[in-house]
């Protein structure tokens, strides 16, 4: 067996744990609601994009539950990190993945997937065997706190009450299918015995002595019948703890819980949904009621979602301002809703999680008007000294003062980084607001890329930037933020390319959309932080080029520009191998 840690992964006690594992009749076996639910809470609870069911067999972990880690069923024992989490009791947590020794080669770890957290609480029996886990992953590094192991250790155990559950359902069919065939043999010696009825006195007897025997049997039967109505009851109240836990779990995360019935639309809310909503547990509050409460701008956009996850299935997760009941105050909830299928007669319905966020939607909005505000009071006295620096340099350049130029020169290009990094805060602002401008006009493609070719000769000498022949392609869009977004990726390919390399910049129709590509020669950027490159504030930080200037917010303004266009924006990038920037419009 493949072992990808370097550390011993096989408990002592190995060979009895998987006789444990397998006395519960569970292994590659088809997913099923009960621990489907359980894994897609720990994700609404933990907020992280993976969660888990795994059951670790002799050489292979397998998924009863995967939420966010596409079909995988299965993997090597020695490449699944739950391998690590069943050889000691408690939760198993690993912040910073990339950093522990043991998991430098591992494959999640180092390879494309590029996991960088994992906590994994043990699955363990009623004997002490830990038999598999409920885990949560994600790729960014987290803080994982006491309460958030015991929250786990919870979630754990529900996951064990509902093997056993299982297990027991599974037991008892089995034993009413042997009393249904001991009832079937009853029934048929009865009707052989009537047809003998009418035969000899002898066979009467002997007919009684079998009558006799069977009443003993039945009477037997009737005896284990009343000790599978036993081991039921027993059964339920483990169900009933069970649910107990659960309820446990989702109070301590401070959720909101409801469903509605997707046939009637019956509506049921939990007394924490109640509460955001300003209402008393002992109030009814209905569907429609709690619709007209959000507020009017998002009211359409929620119904439409909600009747979408009922007519198609599709699960969704949304944030929406309300106005409560009593108060009349706002609140930012995040909702997340997901349609369950019909079963044994009950209607399919429509259940979910409900958060609320206000404080992190008012610290935001804090942090943005500072930004905003300090964006401003800077933006006026930066324009004077730039008009100040620009007068100083002619006259420096008239008395042929060489050192003054070269002086004022920095001071000027300085100036000038400066107010870019200011009209990037406003842009965000407005990003972050919705009104960022876009004025359409229809152009030609090739006319831009030229544009951009000649401002590049005359700005960028220190790198030579190719630009590809572009034939005529007109598209309808704002020209001059489309012109900012190329602008930008070619500065951020100087940044981050080495001095004299060459970055290549192309344009070509392809499915009736326009894309532009810029390649550069620089350091690359590992597959682990594609998907953080266009978001606010984050910039990639390199031994190599050092601390390069600016805050990270050029390509999340691209990346708004372009979604406001309709379009698509992306890299292709391995560290060490350059990057490609693109980004598409339609035509």
């Not at 370097?6 to 997913?31: C, F, S």
């Not at 819980?257 to 547990?281: M, N, P």
């Not at 709690?290 to 909600?306: G, L, T």
Request: charged share 30%; hydrophobic share 40%.
């Amino acid at each position: 067996m493949e072992n990808t840690f370097g550390i011993n992964i096989i408990p002592d006690n190995d060979q009895e744990r998987v006789e444990a594992l397998k006395r519960y009749k569970i292994l590659d076996t088809p997913p099923e609601d009960a621990f489907d639910n359980v894994a897609s809470l720990a994700t609404q609870i933990f907020k992280v994009p993976i969660s888990l069911v795994s059951l670790v067999d002799a050489e292979q972990v397998y998924f009863k539950a995967n939420v966010g880690m596409g079909k995988v069923r299965t993997m090597g024992r020695g490449v699944s990190l739950c391998s690590l989490a069943v050889m000691q009791e408690g939760v198993t947590v690993f912040e910073n993945a990339k950093d522990e020794p043991c998991l430098l080669t591992n494959p999640n770890v180092a390879g494309g997937f590029g996991l960088n957290f994992y906590a994994g609480a043990p699955i363990t029996t009623f004997d002490g065997f830990r038999i598999g886990t409920l885990c949560i992953i994600d790729k960014t590094s987290r803080v994982f706190d006491e309460n958030s192991r015991k929250i786990m250790e919870s979630l754990a155990r529900i996951v064990m009450d509902e093997i056993e559950l299982r297990l027991a359902a599974i037991e008892e069919i089995a034993k009413q299918q042997d009393l249904n065939e001991e009832t079937k043999a009853v029934n048929e010696e009865l009707r052989s015995t009537n047809e003998e009825l009418f035969t000899t006195k002898q066979e009467i007897e002997t007919l009684n002595e079998v009558l006799a025997a069977n009443i003993e049997e039945i009477v037997a039967a009737n005896e284990e019948l009343k000790q599978i109505q036993n081991r039921l009851f027993v059964s339920n109240i483990e169900l009933q703890e069970s649910e107990e836990l659960k309820n446990m779990a989702i109070e301590q995360a401070e959720l909101g819980v409801w469903h509605i019935d997707a046939s009637t639309r019956e509506f049921i809310a939990s007394k924490r949904l109640k509460e955001f909503f300003g209402y008393f547990d002992h109030e009814i509050m209905e569907y429609d009621a709690a619709i007209n409460h959000i507020r009017e701008d998002f009211r359409d956009k929620v119904a439409n979602e909600v009747e979408q996850a009922i007519q198609t299935g599709k699960a969704y997760e949304i944030e929406y301002p309300i106005v409560t009941y009593r108060d009349k105050q706002q609140r930012w909830l995040r909702a997340t809703g997901k349609l369950n299928p019909a079963t044994n007669g009950r209607n399919s319905y429509l259940s979910g999680t409900i958060m609320d966020v206000t404080e992190r939607k008012e610290d935001d909005q804090r942090k943005n008007d500072f930004i905003s505000m300090v964006s401003h009071e800077l933006k006026t006295p930066l324009a004077s000294m730039i008009g100040y620096i620009q007068m100083l340099n002619s006259r420096a350049a008239k008395s042929e003062d060489d050192f003054a130029v070269g002086i004022l020169d920095k001071a000027n290009k300085q100036s000038k980084k400066m107010n870019a990094l200011i009209n990037g805060f406003l842009d965000m602002k407005r990003v972050e607001t919705g009104k960022i401008p876009i004025d359409r006009e229809i152009f030609d493609m090739a006319e831009l890329l030229k544009e951009s070719e000649e401002e590049s000769m005359a700005t960028m000498s220190s790198h030579t930037v190719v630009f590809a022949p572009v034939e005529r392609i007109m598209v309808e869009a704002d020209r001059d933020k489309i012109g900012q977004v190329i602008t930008n990726l070619i500065s951020n390919s100087v940044k981050y390319s080495p001095a004299g390399s060459t970055i290549n910049v192309a344009c070509v129709n392809t499915d009736n959309m326009a894309r532009v590509s810029v390649k550069d020669q620089g350091m690359g950027i590992s597959q682990v932080n594609h998907s953080q490159l266009f978001d606010r504030f984050y910039r990639v930080e390199s031994e190599e080029k050092g601390n390069v200037s600016g805050f990270g917010i050029g390509l999340y303004i691209c990346d708004e520009i372009i979604r406001r266009h309709h379009g698509k924006i992306w890299v292709e990038s391995e560290l060490g191998k350059g990057s490609t920037f693109h980004f598409t419009i339609p035509i």
